[in-house]
């Protein structure tokens, strides 16, 4: 029984000769990983620095500025009147009558400018507004461009593009009017007419005579294709 005591003893002194204040647990400033295993590892905790983020250096605001002083030209209101004043196509439409403020049709130039004019809906699709041409040149030229390519690859009419049973022509016609029509009227709407945008020889006079030739074009597509029963382009 004494040899046992004695035994007893001795393996308590050893355990107790174990400690070390290096694995003593310490509240603060370190984590300890297995607390209950023999071999304690402390890791001293690392204090991240906080990232802050200043919205004033916005990538895309920097980029349409850039854009703006490229291609941009205000347009004020006395450039309008100087130029309804010396331009006779300013003086007369097409059919010959004068514009007469607050009429339906002509218009002067400073009451149907986006610039400095009624920039409602109904201001804006007027006959001589400034959306209806601007739209219609830009799905014309897309839309000859298209039929070229799509007849090529499919040997269809334009027609037989849109209605033909498993034909995806009216799906991509319908989006991409949608899609021009909204891109067109977001700068009128902002007060932005096609002739404050310039580079080099892409101008507002340029996309207007392109627009209407490929209009013309179109039409003309359509129409022979109507009496051929064959694609143009194929």
Request: charged share 20%.
């Amino acid at each position: 029984m004494a040899a046992a005591a004695m035994a007893s003893q001795m393996a308590l002194a050893g355990i107790g000769s174990l400690r070390s204040p290096a694995l003593q647990i310490r509240p603060a400033g370190s984590q300890l990983i297995g607390a209950a295993s023999p071999s304690l590892i402390r890791f001293p905790t690392r204090k991240h620095n906080t990232v802050r983020c200043d919205a004033g250096n916005n990538p895309v605001g920097g980029l349409r500025e850039a854009i703006d002083n490229l291609t941009k030209k205000p347009i004020t209101k006395d450039d309008i009147l100087r130029n309804q004043e010396s331009n006779e196509s300013e003086k007369k439409s097409v059919f010959g009558t004068e514009p007469t403020s607050g009429s339906f049709y002509p218009r002067p130039e400073l009451e149907r400018r986006p610039e400095t004019g009624d920039k409602s809906f109904t201001g804006i699709f007027a006959f001589d507004g400034a959306a209806p041409e601007t739209i219609n040149n830009r799905l014309a030229m897309l839309g000859l461009v298209w039929a070229f390519f799509s007849e090529k690859a499919t040997g269809l009419t334009v027609f037989e593009q849109l209605y033909t049973p498993g034909q995806t022509g009216l799906v991509f016609f319908v989006g991409a009017v949608q899609l021009f029509t909204y891109a067109s009227l977001v700068p009128i709407v902002n007060g932005e007419s096609t002739d404050a945008r310039s580079f080099g020889p892409f101008t507002a006079r340029a996309e207007r005579w392109n627009g209407r030739l490929a209009m013309l074009g179109f039409l003309s597509l359509v129409v022979t294709e109507m009496f051929r029963h064959a694609p143009v382009f194929h």
